[in-house]
């Protein structure tokens, strides 16, 4: 029997209550998610703003409960965790978020902000073992000589330096699992490039397990084995992450590979994404995409289509309904861009 997968979600759903009282809606935000992720394995999540990317980053780490199926990590239901459970997975799964600069207290020296951590898991060290931690953390993370870091404040070292420390408390907890939501969006392109070198150094050193969030597919192409797209709440698409580039199947990867700036762009013109076509307040079955897609049919707009599946590329669309095992895509980006472009009324 082949080994069940580290992190699974199935068939989850999140769904959000907005609104007054006589006036409520559910913003369906994951909609019956299926999703494996092994362990020692870089998943990224790509997709616009919007598509529901954090949403599935924070019910991974429990941030946020499901509103329905099951979430597995370690083969534990993470709805159903008992407090003590629930401790042991704090530290197993450790969230970094875009802003490293809001996410650190501006009030402590950066040393107190990573020692606090290892001391609340760690409660029988000294203060003396926290500092030594501390330091072997800082300089583990390259912030060294760490005796030049220890008495700063969040606001006197760099941006890149401040994701650093907050890779730092991260792993004070000794995680098995790091869910990254846009790590580097916030800093420049080179310091942006050594974060992300960084943590793959991490991930073979600590071998850790990546969920990995970005509207960047250029991000997720340096750093993850596979990639998931996400579109109006829904996975529409899943590969390793060289098939899905070289041959992606869904219209809107190929929407998200044209907007991409180089290499991927070749002489088209850029798509801008429209406003919320996707409406995740209407629950009716569809497929996200086909207010967008020059390719829908009529059965689009009244049924979610199926995944279909070849190897381990598995596209969610009806273009690829009737063929054994897809070897390329169906979508033509000319046909495209040429639609997109003209006003489409639905
Ligand atoms: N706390 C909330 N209450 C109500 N609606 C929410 C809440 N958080 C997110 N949403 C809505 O759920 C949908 C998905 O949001 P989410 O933040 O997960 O998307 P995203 O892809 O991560 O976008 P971004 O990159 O802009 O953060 C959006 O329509 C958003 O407005």
Redesign the pocket.
């Known amino acids: 029997m082949s080994e069940k997968a580290l992190i699974r979600f199935e068939n989850v759903d999140k769904t ?1 209550t ?1 609104g007054s009282l006589f006036n409520k809606k559910n ?1 369906h ?2 909609k019956n998610a299926n999703l494996n992720i092994n362990k020692g394995e870089i998943l990224g999540v790509v ?10 980053a924070k019910l991974l780490t429990n941030i946020l409960d499901i509103s329905g199926g099951e979430l597995y990590v370690n083969d534990i239901d993470i709805s159903k965790m008992g407090k003590a459970e629930r401790k042991k997975f704090r530290s197993e799964v450790q969230m970094i978020f875009q802003d490293p600069f809001g996410s650190l207290n501006p009030a402590h020296r950066i040393s107190y902000i990573v020692g606090r951590t290892i001391g609340i898991y760690n409660p029988q060290f000294t203060a003396v073992q926290i500092r030594e931690k501390v330091k072997d953390l800082f300089t583990i993370v390259g912030l060294t000589p760490p005796e030049d870091f220890m008495d700063k404040h969040p606001n006197q070292i760099s941006g890149g330096q401040r994701q650093r420390i907050v890779i730092a408390r991260a792993l004070a907890v000794e995680p098995e699992i790091i869910v990254a ?2 790590p580097t969006s916030m800093l420049d392109v080179s310091i942006g490039i050594e974060i992300m070198n960084l943590m793959l150094e991490l991930k073979e050193k600590k071998q850790l397990t990546y969920m990995l ?1 970005t ?1 960047n597919l250029a991000s997720a192409r340096y750093m993850a084995d596979r990639i998931v797209v ?1 579109y109006g ?1 829904t996975l529409v698409e899943e590969s390793p992450t060289d098939e899905l580039l070289e041959n992606p199947y869904h219209p809107y990867t190929i929407l998200l590979l044209e907007s991409t700036p180089e290499p991927y762009k070749k002489d088209k013109k850029a798509i801008e994404a429209k406003e919320d076509p996707a409406n ?1 307040a209407d629950p009716s079955p569809r497929c996200m995409f086909y207010k967008r897609c020059p390719y829908a049919m009529e059965k689009c707009r009244k049924e979610e289509p199926n995944w279909y599946q070849n190897g381990k590329h598995r596209v969610k669309c009806f273009l690829y309904e009737n063929i054994d095992g897809p070897t390329e895509s169906l979508v033509n980006i000319d046909v495209y861009v040429k639609k997109e472009t003209e006003a489409i009324d639905y």
């Open positions: 959000y907005v913003i935000a994951v997709g616009e703003s919007g598509c529901g990317k954090t949403t599935l939501d846009e969030i509207h996400m709440g995740l």
